[in-house]
């Protein structure tokens, strides 16, 4: 079978659950040929609502790439059960950040590819326009199609080499999942202020889109501020005084990590005195 142009080939989207949904919904949009296979009958029944289509069993045979949207630990199997119904030159995509391309089983001729969002979808309604999406395949003709698909739903492609994809989807947890567990830590330190959790989240969710505007703006290093951007060892030895034993594990690693990253410009002896505190045992509450 000839490669198809890198333009909209016909693809089946495998899974009507978040991802799923919200891709089909986004490939649909820019009038790409998409089907939705779904196992279960709700499935079924949210892509209708949806105004996706159902794919038949010979739109699965004539389907060019076929997308798996699945729980990760369902990949290697569906990827099984998929192989017989699929022409041969059809592409098998995983979006799982964890996963390999060898999840998808041995190639045996076929194109692998995966295509991974960077974006928390909890609604396949929600959008994924702005966010970034990690590709990985080593066919050209694929690259090509995913980065297309990228574009109409409005995510800025990135490749990911095999090789390095642990480390890579390690720093995709920690921005996301990484950044929840320091609000969480941060959440405890407002408990013992006496603040509510539901008072501390509505002080503190703004001041980290504050945080995140400034490195938006001017960088990592400059957007990063606090006593350690002030080279202020004094408070920061108040604060781990302060802190529970759970939020200080938390505070502490975070805090090397900002030493590390605008220590260049402090004085010497303040970048000592931060960093021989944050070596230290922490203080007894009093
Ligand atoms: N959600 C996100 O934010 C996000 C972001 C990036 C990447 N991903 C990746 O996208 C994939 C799907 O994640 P999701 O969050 O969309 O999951 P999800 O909402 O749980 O949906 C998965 C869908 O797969 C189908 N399914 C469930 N168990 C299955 C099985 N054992 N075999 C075959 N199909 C099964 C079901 O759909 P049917 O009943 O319709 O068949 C289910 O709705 C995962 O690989 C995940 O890592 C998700």
Redesign the pocket.
């Known amino acids: 079978m000839s490669p198809p142009r890198a333009s909209r080939p016909r693809v089946v989207v495998?899974?009507?659950?978040?991802?799923?949904g919200a891709l089909a919904l986004a490939l649909a949009a820019k009038r790409w040929p998409v089907r939705v296979l779904?196992?279960?009958e709700?499935?079924?029944r949210r892509a209708v609502e949806l105004g996706l289509r159902l794919a038949s069993e010979s739109d699965v045979a004539q389907a060019r790439v076929c997308l798996l949207?699945?729980?990760?630990k369902?990949?290697p199997?569906?990827a099984e059960e998929l192989k017989p119904r699929l022409s041969r030159g059809a592409a098998l995509v995983?979006?799982?950040?964890?996963l390999s391309l060898e999840a998808l089983g041995a190639p045996r001729g076929r194109v692998l590819g995966s295509f991974?969002?960077l974006?928390?979808?909890?609604d396949p309604r929600d959008s994924l326009a702005g966010n970034s999406v990690a590709l990985s395949t080593r066919s050209r003709w694929l690259r090509e199609v995913l980065e297309r698909m990228a574009k109409d739903a409005g995510l800025r492609a990135l490749r990911v080499p095999e090789k390095h994809r642990a480390a890579y989807h390690a720093g995709a947890v920690l921005s996301a999942g990484g950044v929840v567990a320091a609000l969480s830590a941060a959440v405890e330190a407002f408990r013992v202020a006496g603040i509510s959790e539901e008072d501390a989240l509505a002080a503190l969710l703004p001041l980290t889109r504050s945080a995140l505007r400034g490195v938006e703006a001017r960088g990592l290093a400059a957007g990063y501020t606090g006593p350690i951007a002030r080279g202020d060892s004094g408070v920061v030895a108040a604060h781990l005084a302060a802190l529970p034993p759970v939020a200080g594990e938390v505070y502490r690693p975070l805090s090397r990590r900002g030493v590390q990253l605008v220590g260049h410009r402090l004085p010497p002896e303040a970048r000592a005195a931060l960093e021989k505190l944050l070596d230290s045992e922490t203080p007894r509450r009093r």
């Open positions: 495998v899974g009507m659950g978040r991802l799923g779904a196992r279960s709700d499935g079924r949207c699945v729980p990760d369902a990949v199997l569906a995983h979006c799982a950040g964890a991974h969002p974006v928390a979808v909890s």
